[in-house]
C-alpha cells in the first residue's frame, strides 16, 4: 500500500534498510566537506596552544566520546548471524500463523547467541546458559522467539528477574569474580530459591560449557499458544534441534580456552559461516491441549519444569540455516532488540508468571539501551513488511509518516492506515476467560521443586554425572562462606543421595540429615508462611 510504503520512509520499500551511507575515496566531515588533514589539530603555531575554532576535531572527539551505549543488562556477551527458516510441515490446524503454516515459504532471521552473566568482553566459554535469540521477519510482522540452550529456568516469577541477576553478576562492592556463577552470592540466592535446583543440575552439567553455538539446542522454555483460524487454542512449547547433535567441552578445556581464546565460540560461528559449512537447526514444537495438560504431570505454567518428551513427543516442522555474517557487529548483532511480547497473529502467550513479566522487560530495558523509542527503525530491527501507524518524533526518530494526517480515526485524505478484522489479518488476542482475587501468593501446583531435578541428574551418563558432582564441588569450593555451602547441600539432599555425598566430601562437610525435602530451610517456607497471611504491598 502505498500509505504504508510512504510511512516506513526507506524509499518507498517497507522494511527495506534506511539510506546507505555513502562512502568515496576521500575523507569528509560528518557535513560531507572533503578534509586536508585528519591527523593535526588546528593550533597557534606548530607548538601553540590548540584552537576552539577547530570544528573538524571537536567533532571527531565529539563523536568518539558516544561511541558507547549502554551493554545489555543480562546476555551482553553475544554473537549473531543472518538465514532463513523453511517450513516443511504446515500447523494450519493449530495456528493462523503464516511462518507456520505456508510451506512454500522461506523466512529471513537473525538470531543471536549469548552468554548470560559476563560483560560484552568476557571469555565465551564460562560455565553459564547460552541464550539463543531468533528474529523471524514474517510477512506479517516481527516474531522473536527468545529462549536459551536450557529448556528450564532458574525461577518461577518474573519479580524475582533483578535478584537472580544481582547475585550472579559480580559483586557490586569488588565487581568480582566477573562471569562466573562461582561465588557466595549466587549460591546464597540459589540455596534460599529450591525452585532453582532443576535448572542448577543443567548449569553444572555439560550443557553449560556447549562446545560451539552451532551444536546447541534452543528452547523457548515457557508453555506458549497457538491460535488457529476458528480461535482454537493449543499449548506449544518450541525447541530449537542442531543437525550437529549437541556437544560440550570439558571442564578443563573450557577453563584453558576461555585464556588461550577468549572469542571462541564467537569465532566458530563466524568461520564456519565463512567456510560454507552453514549450521542448521530443525524446530521442533511439542504441543498440547488444554484440556490435556493433566498429563505432563506439573503445570505448564511453571518454567522450572520441561514436558517430558515421552508425553508429548517433539514433532519437527521446519529447518533454520544460518548462511551469513553480519557486515557490522555494532549496527547489527549490538542493536538487534528482541522481545517475547512480538508474536505474531496464531502465537499467543500463556499465563505463565515469569513470560508475563519478560513481556514488560524487554521494551523497558531497551528504551533505556537506545536512548528513547525508535530503535525499531533501526534497519536490523525493521519489520519485512510493511510499518503503518501514527507514531511519531522523539530521539532518533528518522522518518516519520509523510502529510497532515497523524491521528485516528480520520476522514481526511491521507489517513489510509486503518485497523484490520481477525479476517483482514489483524492480530486478535486469545479469548482466554480469566478471574480470580487478586494475590501475590503461587498456586501449590508450582511447588514440586525437585522431582525432574532429580530425574535429570539420575538419568545422566557415569562420566556426566561425575561431571555434574566436579562442577558443584568447584562452584560450592569457592563459596567462602559456610552457612552457605551447608544450605546449598541441604538442597543438594533433595536432589540425590551420592551428589550430596561426594559433593560434601569435597567441602569436608557433613551430609545434612532428614528425608529429602525436609533438609532444607528454605525462602519457599518463608514465602508460605507469607502467603497464608493476606498480601501486604
Ligand atoms: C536478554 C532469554 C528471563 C530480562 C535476554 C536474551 C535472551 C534471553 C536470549 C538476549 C537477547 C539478545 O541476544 O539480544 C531469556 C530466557 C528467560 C529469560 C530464556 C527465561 C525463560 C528473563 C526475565 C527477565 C528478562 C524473567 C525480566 C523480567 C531480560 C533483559 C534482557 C534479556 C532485560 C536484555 C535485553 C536487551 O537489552 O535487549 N534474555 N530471558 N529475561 N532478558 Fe531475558
New binding site residues.
Partial sequence: APAAEAASGMGGVPGAPGPEVKTGDRLTSNQGVRISDDQNTLRAGTRGPSLLEDGLFREKMMHFDHERIPE????AR?A?AHGSFRLHTSLAQFTRAKVLTDTGVTTPVFV???T?NGSRGSADTARD?R???TKFYTSEGVWDL???NIP??F?QD?????DL?HSFKPEPNVEIPQASTAHDTFYDFISLTPESAHMLMWTTSDRGIPRSYRMMEG????TFRLVNSSGDSTFVKFHWKPRLSVRSLVWDEAQKLAGVDPDFHRRDLADAINAGAYPQWDLGVQLLAEKDTGKVGFDVLD?TKLWPEETVPVQLVGTMTLNRNPQNYFTETEQ?????GHVVPGIDFSDDP??Q??N???L???LN?FSGPNFSQLPINQPHSPVNNFQQDGFMRYANRPGRINYEPNSLPGGEAHESSAAQGGFVSYAEPVGGTKVRARSDTFSDHFSQATLFFQSMTEPEKQHIIQALQFELGKVTVKAVQQRMLGLLANIDTRLVTEVAGYLSLPVPSGSPNTAIGTSDALSQEKTAKPSAR
Avoid at 72 to 75: G, I
Avoid at 158 to 162: D, S, V
Fill in positions: 545489555r543488562v543480562v546476555h553475544g549473531g543471536r547467541f549469548s548470560v546458559a541464550g539463543f535469540a527468545v529462549g536459551n528450564v529456568f525461577i518474573a519479580i524475582k528477574f533483578p541477576v528452547f523457548g522454555i515457557h518454567a538487534v532488540a528482541f522481545h517475547t515469569l513470560l513479566g519478560r514488560f522487560s524487554y523497558d530495558t531497551q539501551r
